[in-house]
């Protein structure tokens, strides 16, 4: 059984959560078992946004990348797998660091969504206050 090498990273965003995978190779990007531009609706934005950490150090064709996501809506999902892309990246070549550092593509948002409170309509707004 031969023994494939990659490089893996981990990122996540709101409640996204993205494992990818790079492999040498042409620069295919697969999604969840699918093409990206299948799983992304040929939403080509979206698409280069993938790209970004790839194409910021000039390595789109040495990689094959898998990626398995779960979680979150899409928006959410992309800077998940950015964060991953970059993060093996830099397992694969630590040089690439600190270009990726600057270009803040290493920075994972916390932002996440508050809960809601009881007594409230939703985290912080409150029943409409009526004077009459």
Known sequence: MAETKYFYGLGRRKSATARARLFKGKGNITINDKPAAEYLDGNKTMLAELT?????????????????????????????????????????????????????????????????????RSARKKEQFSKR
């Open 52 to 120: 970004d950490p790839l194409a910021l150090v000039q390595k789109q064709k040495d990689y094959d990348v898998t990626i398995k996501v779960n979680g979150g809506g899409l928006a959410g999902q992309i800077d998940a797998i950015k964060l991953a892309i970059s993060k093996a990246l830099t397992v694969a070549h630590a040089d690439l660091r600190p270009v990726l550092k600057k270009a803040e593509l290493l920075k994972r948002d916390p932002r996440e969504k508050e809960r809601k409170k009881y007594g409230l």
